[in-house]
């Protein structure tokens, strides 16, 4: 379809040089590279951030280190890859209290935030040395040392300590964005992984380049983990549609992999998120948002700042007071908004999204859900959320929400920290860790 650059490429240019005026050169480069993916591929290979059938690869592997740094940690023998596979709860008749909390500390300044290598499985692995890797797509976070109990006596703990918090990042996100969220993960004895897809890979996706391959990796990853070990399950913190969509198309690879994998997942928050169908003004929204950062009108919420966590409340009476968009804004998400209505409706394109928000509609986990969003948020609105949930309930989901009213898109935890750790405690304790719901 070498015609679809002709048609957009004139307004495209013309709001690239109204950016060019208005705003940042970061701003600019940035929205340079959507102009040069449009004039630059055939139509066949535009799609969403979110997989199609992608080759089998076995990556993100950690490459084989020494055992000479850590020699005292009698109880370990083996690790598995590419996760720690310590069992610090665990009591054993070798290994003194002393000793374990030493191990302990030294295990977790090697393998904290531990980025794992594209690199081919070792046969065998052992612990030791510090790791030097390129090309990150996703990152593993050990638990805080003062969140362990190392006696086993908690059955809470202990569960939290077989359980993965998967992080997957919102368009334009980087790891050090999801680092306050893993650390609070992490100070409560939950592993975490933190996954993003840089906006370069999403600018310049191709089927089967590189967001893809980095998809399957974090899948291949999980799968083999969950195979190894049969304690262990997965929890899902997914932000804004990118995310949401990323979880889908996890959730695909996982039935495609092995439908059993489904059953190791125990719950999934979603925070600023869904709207369930290709909607160009969200996609148009979401890109804006992510060129123009702190520029765009969706950084900004609601002059009001009450909070109700029932849905519906934002129509009981609340006006609010929203920032509108300036000249640039509104002239790019003008152009998006066209770029959209042409890409979403692409033959293979249409299809591959279908696919991916049938599975989150009508093939999720029979597990706990949260949904987190806001009244104000100018990229996903409310009702698309709520409407979702209403759905959910309707097929028998255990499904929560939380409006928090006035905060911006993927902004509740620095809006409201106290309100959003507060739902996400209840939720994992209550709905999520079967053992902690008597004990927290």
Known sequence: MGSLSGIIQRPLVAAAAVIAASVSADVSERFSSLRSLVQGSESEQIAPSVS?????????????????????????????????????LASNPSCSLA????????????????????????????????????DISYRWHLPEPSAIDLSGSSSCVSEKN???????????????????????????????????????????????????????????HLADWLDEEQKKNLV???????????????LEKFQKQDSSLMERVKGCIVDSAPVADADPTVWASGFSAAFLKKNSV??????????????????????????????????????????????????????????????????????????????ADRVIPAEQVESFIVEQRKAGHEVRACNFISSPHVDHFRSNPELYTAELNHFMDNFVLSCCNHSS
Request: proline letters at 4%; aromatic letters at 10%.
């Open 298 to 375: 969706a950084t900004k919420g609601s002059a009001n700042s009450s909070y109700e966590s029932n849905i519906g409340a934002r129509n009981n009476g609340i006006n609010f007071s929203q920032p509108k968009p300036g000249a640039t804004e509104t002239a790019l998400l003008l152009v998006l908004e066209k770029f959209f209505a042409v890409i979403l409706n692409l033959p293979k394109v249409n299809r591959r999204l279908a696919d991916v928000l049938d599975t989150l509609s009508s093939a999720q986990p029979r597990c706990p859900q949260l949904y987190i969003y806001s009244s």
């Open 52 to 88: 199609g059938s992608v080759q089998d690869e076995r990556s993100l592997w950690v490459s084989q280190v020494s055992a000479s740094k850590l020699g005292d940690l009698s109880f370990v023998s083996r690790i598995h890859v590419p996760v720690p596979n310590v069992d610090l």
């Open 162 to 220: 077989r359980t993965v918090v998967v992080l997957l990042g919102w368009l334009g996100s980087k790891q050090k964005h999801l680092k306050k969220y893993a650390d609070w993960y992490t100070s409560r004895g939950y592993h975490v992984i933190t996954f993003t897809l840089p906006m370069n890979e999403i600018m310049s996706y191709q089927v089967g380049g590189k967001a893809e391959k980095n998809i399957e990796s974090l899948v291949n």
């Open 99 to 134: 000793t374990s909390v030493t191990s302990l500390s030294a295990l977790r300044s090697v393998y904290q935030s531990a980025e794992l290598a594209k690199a081919s499985k070792p046969s065998a692995f052992t612990i030791g040395a510090s790791l030097v890797v390129p």
């Open 236 to 250: 899902f913190h997914t932000f804004s549609n990118t995310g949401w969509l990323t979880y889908g198309a996890i």
